[in-house]
């Protein structure tokens, strides 16, 4: 499968523990895009990845929110004292980089804070 | 800022009927649009885009896009919908570097 892998697929936690999510992009692929999305609405963008270099974080992405892309390849982010108002799919997505070219999904993990 | 609207909550069409999903944007400059369609716990399948050229894009399973810079829209449109078309549909444009999303539509086909 050379699809974006998402791990884990679904995720269930304490309020309060930190987790930590993992994606492989498509290889050729050196843009790497972290998403949000919560039920009925549309994806949000958090942050994105040129190769290794974080570029850009969106307001959303709380200081609790880490995201690392350490050699370029595969991505993870990790929220550390999970909230309840953290529910919600994890979209990873990946591009060739250029504006004009669309971005492969991946299946999400969807976290659960109880 | 960019922005992207989804009027419609949900669309119901009978099967082989044609459909249209609306979409409009805000942006500044020339956008790079996109459609999207989300099946149950699945990630996001691309559809189409328009980067420039001719303003009626094929794409995907039969769906093609009118871009309309007068009207600032980018609707989705299929000319005989299938009940397996049923699904969460996203608008988006991409102006610097991120894909800002419509709230979505869902679409439902009803045999």
């Known amino acids: 499968d050379t699809g974006v892998s998402q791990n884990p697929r679904h995720k269930i936690t304490k309020r309060g523990q930190n987790v930590t999510f993992r994606c492989d992009p498509i290889?050729?692929?050196?843009?790497l895009y972290w998403y949000r999305q919560t039920l009925g609405q549309g994806p949000e963008f958090l942050t994105y990845?040129?190769?290794?270099?974080?570029?850009?974080k969106s307001r959303l992405l709380s200081d609790r929110f880490s995201a690392e892309r350490p050699k370029g390849s595969f991505s993870t982010l990790e929220i550390q004292r999970t909230e309840q108002g953290d529910s919600a799919m994890y979209l990873c997505?990946?591009?060739?980089?250029?504006?004009?070219?669309?971005?492969?999904f991946g299946q999400g993990t969807r976290l659960t804070v109880v | 800022a960019q922005s992207v609207a989804q009027p419609e909550d949900q669309v119901n069409v009978a099967e082989g009927n044609p459909l249209t999903v609306k979409c409009t944007y805000s942006?500044?400059?020339?956008?790079?649009l996109f459609w999207y369609v989300q099946y149950p716990n699945r990630g996001l399948q691309f559809l189409l885009k328009?980067?420039?050229?001719?303003?009626l894009v094929k794409g995907s399973y039969g769906f093609e896009a009118e871009f309309n810079k007068s009207q600032t829209s980018f609707h989705l449109k299929k000319p005989s919908a299938l009940v397996s078309d049923s699904a969460l549909y996203f608008c988006?444009?991409?102006?610097?570097?991120?894909?800002?999303f419509g709230g979505g539509t869902r679409l439902m086909v009803k045999p």
């Open positions: 997505a990946s591009s060739l980089g250029e504006p004009n070219t669309e971005a492969f």
């Open positions: 290889s050729e692929h050196n843009r």
């Open positions: 990845f040129q190769n290794e270099a974080q570029l850009e």
């Open positions: 942006v500044s400059g020339n956008p790079y």
């Open positions: 328009y980067i420039t050229g001719d303003n």
């Open positions: 988006a444009v991409n102006y610097g570097n991120m894909l800002t």
